[in-house]
Structure formats: C-alpha cells, structure tokens
C-alpha cells in the first residue's frame, strides 16, 4: 500500500531554467556594481538558451570583450549558487503538494550543491509542508543519486519501506533505477521544457510510468 509520495526538486517542483535566469541576473548586477560591467545577462541567457551548459561565465565575458582571470570566474559561480533565487512552484507541483498532502506523507530528494538546494526550497516556501527532505550533498557528492543512500535516508525519516514509496522525478540518468531496485515505484514526469526529456534511458533506467503533469499522478496512484 502506498504511503509515501517523495519528488525530485529540479525540473519536477519547479522549472530550473528559473533558477539559471535568477542566478545570471544576480551575477549580473554584481558585475555592474563593481566592475561597471554591462551586457552580462543577455549573452549568458543566451548562451544558456541555445544549450550551451558548460564555461558559461568564460564565454560570456569572452564574447564581452573582457579580460579575466580564473579567479573572477571562481567568485561569479560562488555568488551563482549562493543567491537567494526568484523561483516559483510549477502550477501542477502546487496542485500535487496540497492534493495528495492529506493522505500521503511528502518528501523531496534533491541533488546538487547543499546550499543552493536549500536556498530554492526556502524560496519556494515549501520546507514546511514536507515530513522529510533529503540533500544528498549533505553526505558527499558520491551519495548524490544514484546511490541508494538518500532514498534510504528518506524511507528510514518516513517510516516506510520500498514497497510503500513512489518517486517522481526527470532524470531517466539517475532518478530511478536505484528506486526500483529498492522496490519504489518509479514515475518519470516529462516536461517540455524539461532538460531530460528527450533523453532516452538505458536498460533497467527506465521509470515504471511517465506523465507529462502531476495532475496525471491521480490516475496513476489509483493503478498502484
């Protein structure tokens, strides 16, 4: 019998492009306040919106015509993941949240840096509603997903064993193949303007189900 609902945060709760567009605008004002850098936003929102994903602070101040040394690029990512972001819950995450609230326990794994996943689920203001939420950088970053040890924190915080959990996330990469060895059932929500939805799994990565809303999950709890 199921009982308890846990979501992946990025991409799931919440549209991560948000954060990026948060961030650069952060780091952007920054550059203006000290340096009198203008233009940092666009070229980074640019870049970021034709999928470039990796040096994106080289080569915007790059395609900006500016000199810089590797430790202006180490302080622009510091001041990135610390900010406090403008992120709002997706329309339907709001909707799970308060629905299924009343007949499950919630919680959230979430990987990344620990202090910017902090930092989105206080800006989210929904720290307070879940019984459980696990950064798995609190334990290394060997223990992100898919190490089983943040599902296993999760089920020992709710009570549950793998039979009563069911996982919500994105990411066919790490989301659940760890959880279904654990006997969770497995739902791959895939957004269209989510990062890993065109991304097909490999053998055993799969998710048990996929929808493309949490207002879907209904239908799929009553099958469970």
């Not at 879940?130 to 190490?147: C, H, M, Q, T």
């Not at 599902?151 to 994105?170: A, F, H, P, T, V």
């Not at 990062?195 to 469970?224: G, H, R």
Request: glycine letters at 6%; proline letters at 3%.
């Amino acid at each position: 019998m199921l009982k308890a609902i846990v979501f992946d945060l990025d991409d799931t709760l919440f549209p991560e492009h948000e954060f990026v567009c948060s961030g650069f605008q952060a780091v952007s004002s920054w550059l203006e306040a000290k340096y009198a850098v203008t233009g940092f936003f666009e070229v980074a929102w640019h870049l970021f919106k034709i999928g470039q994903r990796n040096n994106i602070f080289n080569l915007t101040l790059e395609q900006l015509k500016l000199e810089y040394e590797i430790g202006l690029i180490q302080e622009l990512v510091h001041l990135y993941r610390q900010h406090k972001p403008i992120i709002f819950l997706y329309e339907d995450a709001r909707w799970a949240i308060d629905y299924f609230n009343e007949d499950f326990q919630l919680g959230i794994i979430t990987d990344g840096y620990l202090t910017t996943q902090r930092n989105k689920v206080t800006a989210l203001g929904i720290e307070s509603i879940f019984e459980a939420i696990v950064y798995s950088d609190l334990y290394g970053r060997e223990n992100w997903k898919p190490s089983p040890l943040p599902y296993q924190k999760i089920m020992r915080s709710l009570g549950c064993i793998g039979e009563e959990c069911m996982y919500i996330g994105d990411n066919p990469q790490k989301d659940f193949v760890t959880a279904k060895k654990l006997g969770w059932i497995a739902v791959q929500i895939c957004r269209m303007d989510g990062e890993y939805a065109k991304i097909l799994p490999k053998e055993n990565y799969d998710a048990d189900f996929q929808i493309s809303s949490l207002f879907n999950l209904k239908d799929i709890i009553t099958k469970c």
